[in-house]
């Protein structure tokens, strides 16, 4: 479960990001954070898997203040959450395998059984064609489902999506949306950041809107 | 298992690192090799100029240059005197021309160069053997008295030369070593910044590490392999170097006089004293890598 307690951001130059934010999500819920561009998403998704300090509040997971953690524990963190960046994040220079393949030879994973669940991901996500196929020459969309390969690919408690759907199709939107969901259905919780009205529309899950930093229904 | 996995990444890391970034890898290396070769030709010269220095061993022989222009009577009453002296068992007298010959007999390599000469460079002197064999302080006062005699231009002893400069040594000693102590401070610069540059080149990849959920000594540890492997690798190259320019510089001592005018054998670094230069490539390493990381790191959060 994750709790925020009065959570703000200001960054410098006193530009306030989030303000007094107060949320739940339940384990196992999929939630939907919306909200124009500027609104405050990114923020509060990055603040979720400590890739931001939040300047005041607690954030809570699964009982432990996440502002509290040491240094040495924020890898752990890291690897209970699997997190599709906006920017996708992917070394440009790799291979799709190896990009999607990162997460878990972190983890110390045997090199076959990363081969099987590196390629398991890739079909879902219709890529196993581009397995060896360097990052840079795949399109906007193909880098887009490599970075969702490799957040999912751990099996990941929870998952933060940043408008995992930015630069592909419908039927591709459709596609995630329904790997997200059965990948909710089977416990994991999953928080995605979108400013897409259809797709909503489409899921109809619990909607977090945020407006100038502050949320504005829940 | 797991840490098995872990580390067979990180050596393929640190393989790709270096096939990737060899030029700055090649770079770094040489850098040290430069540095613990500098040192160490610095350490040798001074190690050897001071076996020499320092022997006291006990000598029987000396010799005295006579002044140029000394009457002959004035040798043969020079040559009583020295005989008289307590110290001293036998004198024997060398012409200039005597001088000139058993020069030529000890280096023939020379014969050429003095047939060139119109003059004879070479003074006057006595062979004077001692009664029994005395050590260096004993030796300069009897040279001492020697001198006194007045005819004589200078008093020969093994090791007076050197003893005579031997401020000067010193002063060219702290110097090289404060020299060598400043460069061992902009070696680390150097280093640090070369490797700062892989880093950056680097620190995409790096960033996702992070936030994909790598700890810090995941990414840390195959940085400090490489800086200890071109640490490692330096210290071998320049050692390498060393005891060949070792090796030739005693080749061309032992083909002119200098070589027997030391009346000594000169040595290589001891094997503590190359093992304190592998320390000491170690440290270039491992500093520098931890200046770089440990900033770079601190950015790319």
Known sequence: MIQLYHVSKTYEGNVKALSDINLTVNTGEFVFINGASGAGKTTLLRLLFKAEECSNGQIILDGKNIAKLKESEVPHLRRQVGVVFQDFKLIQDKSVFVNVAFTLTVLGIKSFEIKRRVWEILKKLSLYDKVDEKVNRLSGGEQQRVAIARALVNNPPMILADEPTGNVDWDLSLGIFNLFEELNKSGTTIIVATHDQHIIEQYKKKVIKLSRGRIVNE | ?301
């Not at chain 2, 140029?68 to 009583?80: G, L, Q, T």
């Not at chain 2, 005395?134 to 093994?158: C, D, P």
């Open chain 2, 1 to 301: 298992m797991n840490k098995l996995y872990q580390i067979l990444y990180i050596f393929k890391t640190l393989l790709t690192n270096i096939k990737e970034n060899y030029s700055y890898f090649l770079l770094t290396t040489t850098t040290i090799i430069l540095t613990i070769y500098m040192l160490g030709l610095f350490w040798l010269l001074f190690e050897n100029i001071h076996s020499v220095i320092d022997r006291d061993h006990p000598q029987k022989n000396m010799s005295a240059l006579i002044k140029s222009d000394v009457a002959a009577d004035a040798i043969e009453k020079a040559i009583a005197t020295v005989r008289k002296l307590d110290e001293v068992e036998e004198v024997r007298s060398v012409s200039k021309d005597r001088a000139r010959e058993e020069f030529v007999v000890h280096t023939p390599q020379f014969k050429k160069l003095l047939r060139g000469l119109s003059i004879n460079p070479f003074p006057a002197s006595l062979d004077i053997v001692l009664a029994k064999p005395l050590e260096r302080k004993a030796l300069k006062e009897l040279s001492r008295q020697i001198k006194n005699v007045g005819i004589f231009e200078e008093v020969m002893y093994e090791g007076v030369f050197l003893a005579k400069y031997m401020a000067l040594i010193r002063t060219i000693e702290y110097v090289g070593f404060l020299f060598i102590a400043i460069l061992f401070i902009a070696v680390i610069f150097v280093v640090s910044n070369t490797i700062k540059l892989t880093l950056y080149k680097r620190k995409n990849e790096i960033e996702i590490m992070y936030l994909v959920g790598a700890s810090r000594p995941f990414i840390k540890i195959p940085l400090y392999i490489e800086g200890c492997i071109q640490s490692i690798l330096g210290a071998l190259v320049a050692i390498g170097f060393l005891f060949a320019s070792y090796a030739l510089i005693i080749m061309r001592l032992k083909s002119i006089f200098l070589f027997d005018l030391f009346h000594t054998s000169f040595s290589f670094l001891s094997f503590h004293k190359i093992v304190f230069l592998f320390f000491l490539a170690l440290v270039i390493g491992i500093t520098s890598t931890t200046l770089s990381v440990n900033r770079f790191l601190q950015i790319s959060r």
